[in-house]
T-cell receptor, first 113, second 114 residues
Framework: AQSVTQLDSHVSVSEGTPVLLRCNYS??????LFWYVQHPNKGLQLLLK??????LVKGINGFEAEFKKSETSFHLTKPSAHMSDAAEYFCVVSVSGSYKLIFGSGTRLLVRP | DVKVTQSSRYLVKRTGEKVFLECVQDMDHENMFWYRQDPGLGLRLIYFSYDVKMKEKGDIPEGYSVSREKKERFSLILESASTNQTSMYLC?????????????FGPGTRLTVL
């Protein structure tokens, strides 16, 4: 069965410093993995997705994530945080043979001025 | 621009009332989904539909039903609302064909059951 674990419920960074949001997954097959972002009172928006092509995936707003099969990780990074990055971030894995997605519990990113 | 709209942003209902949440997408997507979002639990799938009049139960279907009479519209029904159904409800849609197709989300309906 597929599952996803976000290792931090809250992350706080200063503006201009790097962002790291951690995600580990469990899957018995080669998964598709996603990161979604949710700004306050908004729906979810896709940041990036991995679908077994390049292991380093670039997304919108300067975010990127690296698929590491040996570590079963898909961590999200950004070199320099901006105030507008403050939001909740969800790591997501697809279910084999289905349109279903399994969501992590979310990481709330706080950006300090 | 692609769009998924939900009929209400905020809704307050009383215990025992029948509640309808409506979702409309303008992207001609085959798949539509209803999730509920609760703090610390992420999103949990209630039901999804892969075609008109077709539906499948998700992970937490108890207390809910759905209706899809037209391709663009997917309704979530709470037959008899209860306080434990107070939550944020999110609708999404996607193309069929591949499990890695992106899901597009609506803005959500925050439902409070008193």
């Amino acid at each position: 069965a597929q599952s996803v674990t976000q290792l931090d419920s809250h992350v706080s960074v200063s503006e201009g410093t790097p962002v790291l949001l951690r995600c580990n997954y469990s899957s018995s097959y080669s998964p598709s993995l996603f990161w979604y972002v949710q700004h306050p009172n908004k729906g979810l928006q896709l940041l990036l997705k991995y679908t077994s092509a390049a292991t380093l995936v670039k997304g919108i707003n300067g975010f990127e994530a690296e698929f590491k099969k040996s570590e079963t990780s898909f961590h999200l990074t950004k070199p320099s945080a901006h105030m507008s990055d403050a939001a909740e971030y969800f790591c997501v894995v697809s279910v084999s043979g289905s349109y279903k997605l399994i969501f992590g519990s979310g990481t709330r990113l706080l950006v300090r001025p | 621009d692609v769009k998924v709209t939900q009929s209400s942003r905020y809704l307050v209902k009383r215990t025992g009332e029948k509640v309808f949440l409506e979702c409309v997408q303008d992207m001609d997507h085959e798949n539509m989904f209803w999730y509920r979002q609760d703090p610390g639990l992420g999103l949990r799938l209630i039901y999804f539909s892969y075609d008109v009049k077709m539906k499948e139960k998700g992970d937490i279907p108890e207390g809910y039903s759905v209706s899809r009479e037209k391709k663009e519209r997917f309704s979530l029904i709470l037959e008899s609302a209860s306080t434990n159904q107070t939550s944020m409800y999110l609708c999404a849609s996607s193309l069929s064909g591949r499990s890695h197709n992106e899901q597009f989300f609506g803005p959500g309906t925050r439902l409070t059951v008193l």
